[in-house]
Each structure stands twice: as structure tokens, then as C-alpha cells.
């Protein structure tokens, strides 16, 4: 790829050109929750029930139905999960959130993808964490200290809340993950070995993308952004990304490092939005439009791209949900009649499900889904989608 810089082992080190050696490829996954990924492992099957999304598992399974471990992707994760915090090793299954169970995220077809596309070893450094926003948790140093608007002072006011207390935790929390991610993408960078024990150390490597996938608690708060909904109410989301893109590439000593973000876009195309969902039409409208924006700025010209993960949203699936739904409240009325047999209120619950399923339609549920849908459903196929969606967009910035 283009505008890439080669490093040695040390950030500190300068740029190096060897002759007749290939840099190692380095690509950088950041986020929260929907980067660390909640799709378990058994939704997979859902892939190869659509021919559209069939040849992604026949690129993360073996004939016999066990996992492939690809040998020229290599990982380093951020997993608290794991005693040493970090889970690392060639690409496969359950490299997403961390817990009992395994799952994954965008970074299984991501890395599919891009080595496809790139046809040499590539090295995935993963720093994702739940429930973390951009205006404190990611903070980059830029965009200076965070100033609460007149409503958190009012706030403060009404809670006879000290401001110089709450400016200094505010303060002690901002940039934290900033810091740790640039921590943990240091420490994997100045011992690549560790990770990739086939490193070749004398051809370094390049840093050849970024790919953020945030949003969720900068979009539900209310308190920080209070006209969401209405236009520009996310403005300084925008301008605090554009910081973020800056001080990244400074921190890394990457000037022209290639940025996709991963716009969020839990629950598809707003123009579909059912009866439930277009009260948060405008919330919803207006910050992925500010999570897009750094794109279209001039000083990001085909180096930042959006892609609106909303594209992958599964229609079927989700529409399957609401329908679990409905099943789920009569249950609920049901188990209230007290004028009913036990039996009878089975008989009656399976009479109202075989009206809203067919067999195949409940296996898709069954299979398919495995979290909320701010979590993209725990769906391998949306996930799956997405992961490839931002390897394609960073190599058509090459």
C-alpha cells in the first residue's frame, strides 16, 4: 500500500529502506464493543445459509467443519479475558470479545480479506474495549480538555457539585484509552517476534491502516451531546475525530496512515426503520452523518473513508427478533391467566408460534442471532460482512 512509512522495531528509529526485503504489513483495529465483536461462534453457520455470504465461511472453515488457523495472519489482541491481557497467534476463531464463550468480530474477515488482497503475511494489532466513548475515554491530546456545556453545569448546580472536582475527574479520565491503546500497539510493534516468531526484523514493517469502529456511547449521551437528534447536534464528534486521526498519525510517526470508519449503523438504513424504531431516527440519522463527516474533509482526501456498516445490516434476522418478541409477550399474558391449565397455556403459546414461524425461519433465529442489536445481533453474517466491507475500503485507497 501506498503512503506508508517503514519502520524497524523501534518506533523511535527513523525510516529504513532495505533492498530486496518486503515490510511486513500492519494493520490496526480500534474500537468498542463491535470491534471486540459478540457473534458467537456457532452463528457462523448463518453465513452459509445465504449464497451471497457462503464463500466467507468456506474461508474461515476446513471441509470437516473445523475452524481454519491461517498462517499468514497474525494477531495481537486486547483481552481481559486472558490472564496476561492479551490474546495473540495466527488468525482464527475467537479472537472477539472475551468471556466463557467464543466469538469473533470484524477482524476474522478482515484479515481474510486483506491478506486475499495483498497475497503476503499481515500482522492485525486489535485494542478494543466495551462501553468506552470518544469525547473522555478516547480523547486524543489535541482536542484539549473536555468543557461541559451549560447543562452538565446546571447539573453540577442542582447536585451542589464542586465544578473544579468534577473538571479534575473529568481530567483524569480523558485520553485513558487513548494512552492505552498507543501502549499496547507500541509494546506488540518493538517485539513483532513475540507475535509473528517468522518476522523477518531486517525488512521492518509498515503501518498500512487504521480501521475505527466506535460509537455507541457517544451516540445514546444525552448529557454531553443535549441537542442530539437536531442538525450539527454531533459537530464536535466530528472535530474530535479529525483530532484523533491527527494525533494518531503524529504519535505513530505515520503521516499518511489510511483511516476507515466504521460508521455506526446497528440497526440498518434508517428509510427501513419499522414503528419502533423511527423515534430514534434522528438521533440515529445525525451521528452516523457526524461520523462520516471526517471523510469528506479536504485534509483527509483519499486518505480517510466511511463505510456504513448499515449496508450489512440483516433485515430478515432482525425482523425475526421482533417477532421473538411478540412471541415473548404472550408468553407473559399467557402465564397471567390464571383460569388456564398448564397444558393450556402451552397449547396455546405453540398454536401462536407456529403462526409466526416456519421451520426455516426458526432455525435462521436459532442459528443466527446471539446478543442485542446494538451489537449487531451477535451475527456472524453482519460482522462477517462488515470486516470485510473495511478490508475492501482500505485497499481501495491503495
Known amino acids: 500500500m501506498k503512503h506508508t512509512i517503514l519502520l524497524l522495531t523501534s518506533l523511535l528509529a527513523g525510516p529504513v529502506i532495505v533492498l530486496g526485503a518486503k515490510p511486513l504489513k500492519v494493520f490496526l483495529l480500534v474500537g468498542q464493543s463491535n470491534m471486540q465483536g459478540h457473534a458467537a461462534v456457532r452463528t457462523l453457520d448463518h453465513l452459509g445459509m445465504d449464497p451471497k455470504t457462503a464463500p466467507l465461511l468456506k474461508a474461515i472453515r476446513n471441509p470437516d467443519g473445523t475452524a481454519k488457523v491461517h498462517d499468514q495472519i497474525w494477531i495481537s489482541s486486547i483481552d481481559t479475558s486472558e490472564e496476561s491481557g492479551e490474546k495473540f497467534g495466527r488468525l482464527t476463531v475467537g479472537y472477539g470479545a472475551g468471556g466463557r464463550d467464543l466469538k469473533v468480530g470484524p477482524e476474522l474477515t478482515f484479515g481474510i480479506t486483506m491478506q486475499k488482497h495483498l497475497g503476503e503475511p499481515i500482522l492485525l494489532i486489535k485494542t478494543s474495549w466495551g462501553g468506552k466513548s470518544l469525547h473522555t475515554d478516547f480523547r486524543p491530546p489535541s482536542a484539549g480538555p473536555y468543557r461541559f456545556n451549560e447543562q452538565?453545569?446546571?447539573?453540577?448546580?442542582?447536585?451542589?457539585?464542586?465544578?473544579?472536582?468534577?473538571?479534575?475527574?473529568?481530567?483524569e479520565r480523558s485520553g485513558v484509552y487513548y494512552r492505552l491503546m498507543l501502549e499496547h500497539i507500541k509494546k506488540v510493534l518493538s517485539d513483532i517476534k513475540r507475535v509473528y516468531p517468522g518476522y523477518n526484523t531486517e525488512a521492518g514493517y509498515?503501518?498500512?491502516?487504521?480501521?475505527?469502529?466506535?460509537?455507541?456511547n457517544d451516540m445514546v449521551a444525552g448529557s454531553v451531546?443535549?441537542?442530539?437528534?437536531?442538525?450539527?447536534?454531533?459537530?464536535?464528534?466530528?472535530?474530535?475525530?479529525?483530532?484523533?486521526?491527527r494525533d494518531v498519525r503524529k504519535d505513530l510517526k505515520a503521516p499518511d496512515l489510511p483511516f476507515v470508519i466504521g460508521v455506526m449503523g446497528a440497526g440498518g438504513p434508517i428509510a427501513k426503520y419499522g414503528p419502533n424504531q423511527k423515534r430514534y431516527a434522528g438521533i440515529h440519522g445525525e451521528f452516523r452523518k457526524a461520523m462520516a463527516a471526517p471523510a469528506n474533509f479536504p485534509e483527509f482526501k483519499d486518505?480517510?473513508?466511511?463505510?456504513l456498516t448499515e449496508n450489512y445490516w440483516d433485515e430478515q434476522l432482525s425482523e425475526l427478533v421482533d417477532r421473538k418478541g411478540r412471541l415473548n409477550a404472550r408468553s407473559r399474558e399467557l402465564s397471567k391467566d390464571k383460569t388456564l391449565t398448564r397444558q393450556q397455556r402451552e397449547d396455546a403459546l405453540s398454536a401462536y408460534k407456529a403462526?409466526?414461524?416456519?421451520?426455516?425461519?426458526?432455525?435462521?433465529?436459532?442459528?443466527?442471532?446471539?446478543?442485542?442489536?446494538y451489537h449487531y445481533l451477535g451475527s456472524s453474517k453482519i460482522l462477517g460482512q462488515i470486516g470485510k466491507a473495511f478490508a475492501d475500503a482500505l485497499a481501495e485507497m491503495d
Open 355 to 373: 403462526e409466526l414461524f416456519t421451520e426455516k425461519e426458526l432455525e435462521i433465529l436459532e442459528v443466527g442471532v446471539s446478543n442485542a442489536a
Open 152 to 171: 452538565e453545569l446546571e447539573h453540577f448546580k442542582k447536585r451542589d457539585k464542586d465544578l473544579n472536582e468534577a473538571k479534575r475527574e473529568k481530567a
Open 206 to 216: 509498515e503501518l498500512s491502516g487504521f480501521v475505527w469502529f466506535q460509537g455507541w
Open 225 to 245: 451531546y443535549p441537542n442530539r437528534g437536531q442538525p450539527g447536534s454531533y459537530d464536535s464528534y466530528s472535530e474530535n475525530f479529525a483530532h484523533f486521526i
Open 303 to 307: 486518505n480517510v473513508t466511511a463505510v
